[in-house]
């Protein structure tokens, strides 16, 4: 295979242009965004070139990480960290990305919105019909790898706070469900009872790692309130009840209200209601969850929840488009902007320095390890439980959504996730993603073979 085609070879020739465009602006303007606010447009002048380089470096990491057979989102990050460090070669234009807030509110609703897809993908039916083994390997891949990335926390981290340690286990909680079922799509193992016990189990994996991620979160934003005192377990219990009641009220709530919502929407004859309707409650619920404490990522996913084929029925009945379509467009143009971002905030520097790599793979080895246990609460021996177990594995998006709330929580004047600690979350994201898809079909397959053995050897013996 020809890496450097001629169609590549014309898009790298664009991207560099772009760059070299958007250098000649920065150095013509003596500081960036003065030469746009003296002109026609202000300050969006800058935001558009800006949009730009960064929607043209996720489209072509994306391309080039799925020619690989590897998630768009890594190429989205690996790009991003290029940008983003290449002022260590002198080239200091792309520096006011990493600060620009218009751009920062862009990325936050494109997690927002990401989160919302995810709900989108689950109904509350769907978790109630997961089963017993599910949920019991939800749990061992929530409990083990958050006391494993704690342990990992506390001793690469010593002198941090234990609040830092809790921190660091709760981002290795959750899995990136749609890398694990875009593999087991691939290669037509959807409807296994492997892949069934995997997403099932994936989705309550995600409830709880956000719960726990508002729990620990709240703690430290109550620390922080309190001028650094500690926090009572009164305390502690009553965030941990905030966040479990902001899940439950959710769906209780949205199943009453949210017929009578949409019905309401269907009578008007403008155009555009089922999406802004479904983007007010979006909206709404991320508002509210922030507004009590929790991260609005909880409030955005809990509404993709509750959101549910039944209250849609009628718009699709009359010729619209359903629900995951209209939000997708949307979704493509802000997610992208997120992970190229945070992919920019890592600092290359960091990955030279032997305590930080040796910090990176243990808490790797801590991922992939806490997420084997689940293989442990798989007691039909007739299921591929190590295959379970890879399944559970790549953090993906999940990590980085964790890291960056982390990375803008404040503890003692002092970010939660430092800059050194961030750059490892994003080795053991990168190794987690890369790793599953060749294992879980390695892993897949040689189960069936086992199987066909054993299927051929019984006649045998009879």
């Known amino acids: 295979m020809r890496l450097l085609t001629q169609r590549r070879f014309f898009f790298l020739m664009v991207i560099a242009a772009v760059y070299v465009l958007y250098a000649v602006a920065f150095a013509s303007s003596g500081e960036t965004g003065q030469g746009a606010e003296q002109g026609h447009g202000g300050p969006v002048l800058e935001l558009l070139l800006q949009l730009v380089v960064i929607l043209l470096a996720a489209k072509l990491g994306g391309d080039l990480f799925e020619r690989f057979n590897q998630p768009a989102v890594l190429g989205e990050l690996v790009l991003g960290m290029v940008i983003g460090n290449l002022h260590l070669l002198g080239f200091d234009a792309f520096e006011p990305f990493k600060h620009h807030l218009t751009l920062e509110v862009l990325a936050e609703l494109g997690v927002i ?101 508002a729990v620990v979160a709240g703690i430290i934003t109550a620390i922080n309130q309190g001028a650094g005192e500690g926090v009572s377990s009164a305390a502690v219990l009553w965030i941990i009840l905030k966040a479990v009641l902001f899940i439950v ?91 190229v971002r945070m992919g920019m905030l890592v600092d290359l520097t960091t990955f030279v320095r032997v305590e930080i790599l040796g910090f990176a793979a243990l808490m790797t080895v801590a991922a992939i390890a806490g997420k084997q246990v689940c293989s442990l609460a798989v007691f039909d021996k007739s299921i ?6 890879l399944g559970m594995i790549p953090r993906g998006e999940v990590g980085l959504i964790f ?30 993603t890369l790793v599953t898809p060749p294992a879980l079909v390695h892993s ?14 019984t006649p045998g013996k009879a």
Not at 286 to 291: Q, R, T
Not at 445 to 450: A, E, Q, S
Request: proline share 3%.
């Open 113 to 213: 919105i990401l989160l919302f897809e995810v709900g989108l993908e689950s109904t509350v039916k769907e978790m109630m019909k997961v089963g017993l083994t599910s949920f019991m390997v939800a749990i061992f891949g929530v409990v083990a790898p958050f006391f494993l990335g704690w342990g990992v926390g506390a001793l690469f981290l010593p002198d941090e706070s234990i609040y830092v340690h809790v921190f660091i286990g709760a981002t290795l909680t959750a899995t990136s469900v749609g890398i694990t079922a875009r593999v087991l799509k691939d290669i037509g193992k959807i409807k296994t009872r492997e892949a069934k016990i995997i997403l099932g189990a994936a989705v309550i994996d995600d409830i709880m790692g956000l719960v726990i991620l």
């Open 249 to 339: 009220g959710s769906i209780v709530i949205g199943a009453f209200v949210l017929p009578q919502y949409f019905n309401l929407g269907f009578k008007m004859k403008v155009k555009g209601v089922l999406l802004s309707f479904s983007l007010l409650v979006c909206f709404l619920m991320s508002y509210l969850a922030g507004i009590i404490g929790l991260a609005p990522i909880v409030g955005a996913f809990a509404a993709g929840l509750i959101l549910e084929d039944v209250h849609v029925e009628k718009f699709r009945e009359r010729g619209e488009q359903n629900l995951h379509e209209l939000i997708a467009p949307i979704a493509t143009f802000l997610v992208p902007i997120f992970f």
């Open 403 to 432: 890291a960056g709330i982390g990375a803008k929580l404040m503890l003692d004047g002092e970010p939660v996730i430092s800059t050194s600690t961030y750059s490892a979350v994003v080795i053991m994201v990168i190794v987690t």
């Open 444 to 457: 897949l397959l040689r189960g069936d073979r086992k199987k066909a053995q054993r299927a051929e050897a």
């Open 384 to 389: 591929n439980r190590i295959a379970i177990g």
